[in-house]
């Protein structure tokens, strides 16, 4: 699907921005609240590449896209010229509240995931130019080596104006404005002051002169202040000068703020962060490696990695090296390795490309394949890799390995050369990277995976005998209890038609649902009404409670997992309160809907007209 195109037919079929109030999404489906619902041409939407059918419903224009809604609903905002602020999500809501180490992290993606590739292959180049120097095949002095250097060195010598523009964006201001902040504190004459000691004042009040090349806390602190300067600006100001004067006034009061007091205060925090970092490191590099690099790949699993980026790039500007790096470069090495072994070993048919394509992707660091696709599934290969990556972790403190650049794969390990050469620290390097990839391999085929009972040419409970070889039967179980309706009788034509896929239906009695299977939380809905799961034997399941209730934002609703959670048949996912939702004037009926009905032959459901919680609902062959 091309989300860019599929975006702009959608608009151009629902009557354009003209006839849209507001737009929203939800799991499955983009919401048009439009101002003439009869304009938009129903069969004509619905043979748009991409959609699965539309709805009217409560009001709103539903076109049902399915996995792929939120990159359809990014576009179309691009498409709608608004910034993703102006239109609300129901992913997040604006009301809901976040913890402030959240709102922290959420604020650390958003600022730097836009820069990671660019960044990582700024990275990879220096690495290699290191490489070369120690090889002798380029010298500092040749012109080549300096047009290299400079390719590589720019994005860290400019940082604050790229992470400028990046924050800008995040902070909901106008990047451009916030990247002008950066360039002025990388600004020749103001870098050239601060490098030869210059005294230096704004209206007579002494400025501490700072050089911010390769800052990082500054102009992010910066971007902030200005967005929220910028915004009130723009209700204060008259609307016919307001293109020039809002920025023209951000310019003229944030950037000597930012040089007066923002630039000194985040700097002292930056300096803070890199010697508490290397003092907790001085401890024990060896229980420093074992702890973080065990639990790396678990911390990656739940987004909290993000806290860590400042700290590892603030170590690199601040020292020009990262210990902490270097010991948990070898995580994604122990993630392969247990791929690669379930590749060897599996005898599914199915898993088994999918296990190679991630060791693959693995090598050249991208593991999100290999963990959500391949070893969190199987559970113990997951833990497998993690004991491979602590090991290989302190093995990597114990040899002082370090990093010198931001990388990834195996074209970052160029990254961990000392640029006065090669020193133990490399070589225990590599030595962690090798440790992680084998260990990481014997410890999964020995114990973190084991080969399905069932085979071909044999049968049991779980398979069923077919003329052309033996069908795996997989058994969804039900996630709740009540009264089994057909599919087709649900209110809502996203799943009654089959739009979705294929499933089952109950009319819950008791508002608890529980995990159909063992599997993992693929996402669950901030409103808490619909969640995604993946079997541990690849069958994908949305569970969609009530009819509407997305509309409740989560009220009546109570979670107990969380994106990435490895869940075991029974597990508790979800309470919510029947009789108030009922009241509310809301359809309770769930859907339970096999989203990759295309991949199976054969799909049963209980013929039963009630169902337990945990007894089997549909069998997927």
């Not at 151009?12 to 999404?25: K, L, R």
């Not at 600004?187 to 501490?208: C, E, K, N, Q, R």
């Not at 593991?367 to 990556?389: N, W």
Request: hydrophobic residues 45%; charged residues 15%; glycine residues 10%.
């Amino acid at each position: 699907m091309n989300h860019d195109k599929t975006a702009k037919e959608i608009l151009s079929a629902v009557g354009g921005n003209d006839n849209i109030n507001s737009v929203i999404h939800c799991v499955t489906r983009l919401r048009f609240n439009l101002k003439d619902m009869k304009s938009p041409n129903k069969d004509e939407i619905k043979q748009i590449d991409g959609v699965l059918t539309v709805v009217e419903s409560g009001g709103q224009f539903q076109v049902v896209i399915g996995n792929e809604v939120p990159k359809v609903y990014e576009s179309l905002l691009k498409t709608m010229g608004r910034e993703p602020s102006a239109s609300t999500s129901e992913q997040g809501n604006e009301g809901e509240k976040r913890g402030l180490f959240n709102r922290f992290v959420d604020v650390v993606s958003g600022v730097f995931m836009p820069v990671v590739g660019v960044l990582a292959a700024a990275g990879i180049l220096k690495g290699l130019l290191a490489l070369f120097i120690t090889l002798k095949w380029l010298t500092e002095d040749m012109n080549t080596y300096k047009i290299l250097f400079a390719t590589a060195d720019a994005l860290f010598y400019f940082f604050p104006i790229i992470l400028g523009f990046s924050a800008g964006k995040k902070f909901g201001g106008n990047p451009f404005i916030s990247a002008t902040i950066g360039a002025a504190l990388v600004y020749p004459t103001m870098t050239a002051a601060a490098t030869a000691g210059t005294g230096m004042s704004f209206l007579s009040i002494p400025v501490v002169l700072i050089n911010y090349t390769q800052s990082v806390i500054p102009i992010i602190i910066a971007s902030y202040l200005a967005a929220n300067f910028e915004r009130w600006l723009t209700k204060v100001s008259p609307s016919s000068i307001k293109m020039f004067l809002v920025p023209l006034i951000t310019l003229a009061v944030i950037t000597p703020v930012v040089f007066m007091a923002v630039g000194p205060v985040a700097t002292l925090i930056s300096d803070l962060l890199a010697k508490g970092a290397m003092w907790t490191y001085g401890l024990s590099p060896i229980i420093a490696g074992l702890l973080l690099a065990g639990l790396w790949q678990t911390i990656i699993i739940f987004g909290l990695h993000w806290a860590f980026v400042p700290i590892l790039l603030n170590n690199l500007v601040t020292n020009g090296f990262d210990p902490i790096n270097g010991m948990l470069y070898c995580t994604t090495f122990a993630q392969t390795g247990a791929a690669f072994a379930i590749a060897i070993k599996t005898r599914d048919k199915k898993l088994k490309p999918i296990a190679m394509s991630a060791t693959i992707s693995g090598v050249m660091g991208v593991t999100e394949p290999a963990i959500y696709g391949v070893t969190l599934p199987a559970k113990k290969a997951f833990v497998m890799a993690s004991i491979a990556g602590g090991i290989a972790g302190a093995v990597a403190g114990f040899m002082g390995s370090t990093a010198y650049g931001f990388g990834a794969g195996v074209f970052g390990i160029p990254l961990f050369i000392n640029p006065q050469g090669i020193d133990s620290g490399f070589i225990g390097f590599i030595l962690s990277i090798v440790i992680a990839f084998v260990l990481g391999f014997i410890l999964t085929y020995m114990f973190g995976y084991r080969v399905a009972d069932a085979t071909v040419g044999t049968t049991s409970s779980s398979a069923t005998q077919t003329a052309t070889g033996t069908l795996t039967e997989h058994t969804v179980y039900s996630p709740l209890t009540g009264t089994i309706i057909p599919l087709t009788e649900v209110s809502d034509e996203a799943f009654s038609t089959g739009a979705m896929g294929q499933g089952a239906a109950i009319k819950p009695s008791v508002g608890v649902a529980y995990a159909p299977f063992d599997g993992v939380i693929v996402t669950i809905f901030k409103t808490k009404h619909a969640i995604g799961l993946l079997s541990e034997d690849g069958v994908e399941i949305l569970i969609h409670i009530g009819i509407n209730t997305v509309s409740l934002k989560g009220k009546h609703f109570t979670s107990y997992v969380s994106d990435g959670d490895v869940v075991r048949k029974g597990d508790k996912l979800v309470e919510f309160d029947l009789a108030a939702i009922q009241a509310a004037g809301y359809d309770t009926t769930t859907s339970v809907i096999v989203c990759n009905t295309s991949s199976y032959s054969d799909i049963q459901i209980n013929s039963s007209s009630e169902v337990e919680q945990g007894e089997a609902l549909i069998s997927v062959k």
